[in-house]
Structures are given as C-alpha cells and as structure tokens.
C-alpha cells in the first residue's frame, strides 16, 4: 500500500534482522525426464488433472519449476503457468503469433495472483469460487504467467539465493528464458511482449536492458508492456502525483479550496509542480529526492545522505510495502501530525449527523505557511492518506476504509477479491492444486511477502530507478523496433497517472524528447462506452483507463480486453500521431478532444462506504461541487498566465478532461443509504 513512516521501517528492519529467509527447493513428480530440458519436458508440465473448484473448460496449459542456473544455488527457480490461445498453438513450431510473459509486483507478489483476479482464465470470485473469465487474455494470446524473482509465489530458493539487486534479477530471468525455449522451441522465434504491473515496471525495464545487451538473445522481443509502474524514483511515481489525485477525487479533502490550496503550495515547494511541455522543452527534469523532516520528532526525520537514505527507504522491503496489500492507516494513525478522532464504530443516523456537522474540519494551525511542512517534509502521498483518514467521509470511520489502490472504494472490510484486501490462499495451497501445477511443496503459496533483497528482509532494493537508464533503453528500443507501452488506471492513488506522464516526457525516443502533443484523444470499448485516452506517437503508446484502478484488468475486463486486442495485439491507429515531427501541423488518428486535454479525468462521484458490500454511498451536493468548479476554473486562468508570461506552452494545472462535461461533473446531494 502507501509509503510507510520512517519509524516504522526502522521497527521493521530491526525485527527483520533476527530472521532467516526459507530455503524451498522444487518438487520432482513422478513422469520428470532425465536429462536437460527439452520438448520432452512438454508433457510433464502439461496440466492434466483437474482443479479444485474449476468445473468449466479451460485450453490446454503448462505449468511448473524452470531453474535459472544461478551457481552454488541448484533451487534457485522461478514457476510458470501458461495457457495456450487454442490448443496446440504454443507447442506448434513454425508460428508467428505473438506470446506473453505477465510480471506481477510487490517486490514479493505471486503473478498467480493476477492470473486469477485480472487477467487470466480462471477468475477468483469474493466467495472464493472459481468462474470462467470471459476477458481473459488468453483467449487472444498465448501467455505466460511467471512468479518473479526467485523466491516469489512458487518460485524457489535458499535462504542464501534470493536476488541481490534488480540486475541479478534480470540475469536469473534471461536464464529462465534459456531453459523455457528449450522446452517450447517455438518461442524463440515468436515476438515476445513482456507485460506486468506495479513494481512489475522496475522488473520489465531491467529484464529489457539485459535482453539487449545478451549476445544472441533467447528470445525476441517485441513490446514492453508496463501497467501503474514504478519506472521514475519513487517522489515521481508516489509523491509528486498527490495534487492531481485531488483533482480527480476532490472527496478526499471533502471539496476543501483551502486544503487544494495548501497542498499546491506543498507541491511548488516540494519541486513537484513540473511543468509538462509537448514536446518537452528545457532538458529533463531535475532527480527528485526527499529531504529530512525539519521536526526531529517526526518518523519523516532522517540523518545521513539523503538520496541514499531516502533511496533505501522507498525501495527495502518494508517501504516497498507499499506494493503489496497491507493497510497503511495504521502506521498513519502513529505517525500524524493531526490527531484522529474516536474510531467507534458510528450508526447510519450518526454518519448522516455527521456528514451535517462536517466534525472532521481541518485544524489549519497544523499547517505550514510558505515552507516545506516540517513534520511531513515531501513525503505528500502519506500526508493526503494521514488527512484523508483522519477527517474525511468514509475514510476516517474505521483504519480499513483506505484503499490506495482504488480511490472510491470506502468499504471497511474488503471483499476478498479486493485490490485492498490480501487473498486467501485457499486455491493456491490446496493439495490437489499443488500436485495438478507440478508446483513446489516446500511453498506454502501466499500472494504477496517481504521480499529478502541479499537474503536480508532490512537491506531492500539498492538498484537505480529504470528512469536512470531510460534513454538508452529507448533508443535501443527503437534502433531494435520494440514498441513500448504505458498504461494507467485513473482510480489508483498508489501509482497514480501524472507519474507516468513526468516518466515519459523525461524520456528521449525517436529523437525527441517526450510527446509531441498532449494525450488527448478517446478511445471506447465493444459497447461504444468511454474507455479513457489513448495517444501513439514514434513506437511509444500511453492510455489512461478511465475509472480503472491500480489493478486495471481486474476493474476494467472488457476495456482491457479491448486495449490487449487493439493497441497490443492489433494495429489501432486511435490517438497516433501521423508525422510525430513535433509541429503544430501534425495529425492524430481519431482527433483530440479539448476537453481530454488537461490534467485529469473527474473521478466517479460516488464514494461507496459499508462492509463487504456497499451500505452507504457519499456523493456531495451540487452547489459544493459548483462552487469547486468555479475555484478550479480561476485557479486554472492564473495558471495560464503565469505560464504565458514565463513564455512556456504548458497545460495549465487544475485543468480537467472530461468527455461532455454533463457525463462526467459530479452528481448531487449527501449520504445515500440502503
């Protein structure tokens, strides 16, 4: 979830230093070929016997162990499930079909678990049942689901063999491709789109840059596929987007003009308010660093360097919580700096007096004027999540209501299926499962755990941010024709989507810098519903999906399905820029839409709250959301200005997008109760 508090990864790290990774090791199951790996193998790792709970028919697939040859280290291995488009069409030699490799998250997250609550075959229900998934992407695409790096899910190691840093992990993955290729030969020959998630976008960038750089390469790679990912340092990705998370939701801060206006002063002081040019002009954009906390009390206080310490805060395992799902409140609830009103559990006739009383209001001496906050410093995202808890309907009614990675989702007690929730491992450890996966049994599968960077659960990922080596692996990229994908869900605050726009227009492709206009054209799913925006331009594609959350394909099956069958697999033009040469005078395929040209897509105006199942929906009344819009709309003529008379070509901040104002503004009054 959300970056946790400096005191609490230190607590952690000194609770961590006591233990010893696992050693697990893979299972050989009777019918296991002697020899080297071969197409042989084939049958062994075919899955022929049934699942639990899986009563409908699936393509054939594939699943177990492949080792990564890592030295002194024979358990090192990471596990596959792959499903076929239609049977015999991954052991058929001779295609052309593309195939897929899915990367999950964390670090620590099984891709088991987004095999079945996103996009794979099988779909796990809240009551833990299993149904067919209609949106599978396997059913346009052979696809591999692979638990990333050793140690994850049912990948293996010893306690000794767990990933040193992120290009040790990339070399095991090229190992794991020498050996996959071996059993499915076909492959080798095949595009290769290597797509995933989260902390996926550090995975896929490091495996790219290794694929590039091994002579005679396993594989060939096609497409680079990243979803919400961390490819910039963690205060572009994490804690510069926390002013335009607001303006989607304005819910979170209850439509408070004087806490928009606090947190853009945060932002301007923070450094945070970069000011995007199509295409970019000015250079690339300062490395953004926390600074320590002036307050020596605070847990966002720190000694030391801080782009080190800030690096290994965001990045050990326990700051890199923040991919995984835990809940963060608690650790707000420590570490604010407001206090935090009585978490009794209320009735609904006392949600409704409260919503009337509006009891949560700000106490604004807490807040800086003119200067960096000195108890939050930059760390926003956390300060917005500790507001947001503490004052806000339904946030502050119980330390669970928080849900990071889909913003309108208030719920006190997720479902089980919930990006907010972890997943029971009911599935995944039952025995029959185990056995019919070929899978380890020295696993106990969990979807998602502290991962021991050097066999430490304290030490944490030391390696650079792709952003570091992002120009190079864009110019590789082209000079090698491998198209590159970006794609974010407008509900995730986690990730959110400005991240990945200051990515991308930091980043220098086909000669230059950063999009050459502003995304801005819509695209719609099968039943002619608004899907978000897409634009294309010199081999680099970005969509944003409209009321997606950080785990998009779970929220959005169907748009999806659309984007893999379009814009991945096929040759959609929509949102391509015809000449790309960066001139006023270039076209783009499908048009724009002013109104999609700003800075966000307004939120749903819905924000449900309950337990389970919604009981309670909190919408505002229209003259609150009027008066906003017209604060907003001042705001944005300011803004203008302010960039005309520095002589810049910026979309104004606090400008929206919106596809006809009416479907998308905010709807009418109070709490609505059922």
Request: charged share 15%; net charge negative.
């Amino acid at each position: 979830m959300s970056a946790f508090s400096l005191l609490a990864v230190a607590l952690c790290a000194l609770l961590a230093r006591a233990q010893t990774p696992p050693s697990t090791f893979p299972h050989v199951y009777p019918g296991q070929p002697s020899g080297d790996l071969s197409p042989e193998w084939q049958n062994y790792f075919q899955v022929n016997d049934s699942l639990p709970n899986v009563t409908f028919p699936l393509t054939r697939s594939f699943a177990g162990s492949i080792p990564v040859n890592r030295a002194d280290h024979p358990n090192d291995t990471l596990f596959f499930w792959a499903f076929e488009k239609e049977n015999g069409s991954l052991t058929t030699d001779g295609s052309t079909d593309p195939w897929v490799v899915w990367l999950q998250g964390g670090p620590g997250s099984s891709s088991m678990a987004g095999l079945v609550l996103e996009n794979g075959p099988i779909r796990v229900q809240d009551d833990l049942s299993m149904k067919a998934n209609n949106y599978s992407w396997s059913k346009l695409v052979d696809q591999f689901w692979v638990d990333n790096p050793v140690g994850v899910g049912f990948a293996t190691a010893d306690s000794t063999g767990y990933v040193f840093d992120d290009d040790q992990m990339s070399t095991d993955f090229i190992q794991f491709l020498i050996n996959l290729v071996k059993v499915f030969p076909g492959l080798a020959s095949r595009p290769l789109y290597i797509a995933g998630e989260s902390y996926g976008g550090r995975w896929i960038p490091y495996v790219a840059k290794a694929i590039f750089q091994t002579p005679n390469p396993p594989v060939k790679l096609a497409k680079i596929v990243i979803g919400d990912g961390t490819v910039g340092e963690f205060p572009v990705t994490q804690d510069l987007p926390t002013v335009s998370i607001i303006e989607t939701y304005p819910q979170v801060i209850d439509y408070d003009t004087d806490v928009l206006q606090y947190f853009r002063e945060q932002e301007h002081l923070c450094g945070y308010d970069l000011n995007l040019t199509y295409p970019q002009t000015g250079g690339f954009f300062p490395t953004l660093k926390h600074v320590s906390a002036a307050d020596s009390n605070s847990p966002y206080s720190f000694s030391g360097a801080a782009p080190t310490a800030q690096r290994n805060l965001h990045s050990s395992s326990a700051r890199s919580s923040a991919m995984k799902k835990r809940s963060i409140v608690e650790y707000a609830r420590r570490t604010a700096g407001m206090k935090r009103r009585s978490d009794a559990i209320l009735t609904k006739r006392e949600i409704v007096r409260e919503v009337r009383r509006q009891v949560w209001k700000r106490d604004l001496s807490l807040r800086a004027n003119g200067t960096i906050d000195p108890w939050y410093a930059c760390f926003l995202q956390d300060e917005l999540y500790d507001y947001m808890v503490n004052y806000t309907l339904p946030w502050s009614l119980s330390p669970n209501s928080l849900d990071v990675y889909d913003i309108p989702d208030g719920l006190e007690v997720k479902p089980a299926t919930s990006p907010g929730s972890t997943l029971p491992p009911v599935f995944f450890q039952d025995n029959q499962t185990v056995a019919t996966l070929h899978a380890p049994t020295s696993v106990s599968w969990v979807e998602s755990a502290q991962y021991p960077f050097n066999g430490s659960y304290s030490v944490g990922d030391t390696s650079p941010d792709p952003q570091v080596f992002l120009n190079e692996l864009a110019a590789n990229a082209s000079a090698k024709g491998v198209s590159i994908v970006f794609y974010s869900g407008n509900d995730d605050s986690l990730l959110a989507h400005r991240g990945t726009e200051v990515t991308i227009q930091n980043t220098t492709f086909g000669g230059i810098q950063g999009f050459s206009r502003k995304p801005a054209t819509p695209w719609f799913d099968d039943d002619g519903t608004f899907a978000g925006i897409v634009h294309q331009e010199r081999n680099w594609t970005y969509v944003l999906f409209e009321g997606a959350s950080h785990l998009v394909p779970q929220k959005k099956p169907a748009a999806a399905f659309v984007f893999l069958r379009e814009f991945l697999l096929g040759n959609n033009q929509t949102g391509l820029v015809v000449n790309a040469s960066g001139s006023s005078g270039d076209e783009v395929v499908g048009g724009e839409v002013s109104s999609l040209a700003g800075d966000f897509i307004p939120g749903q105006s819905e924000i449900f709250a309950g337990s389970i199942v919604t009981t309670a929906t909190i919408t505002y009344p229209s003259a609150t959301v009027t008066a906003w819009n017209k604060f907003v709309s001042n705001l944005v003529v300011a803004d203008t200005k302010a960039a005309t008379s520095t002589g810049s070509v910026a979309v104004p901040r606090l400008s929206g997008r919106g596809i006809g104002v009416a479907a998308l503004v905010f709807m009418g009054l109070a709490v609505c109760l059922s």
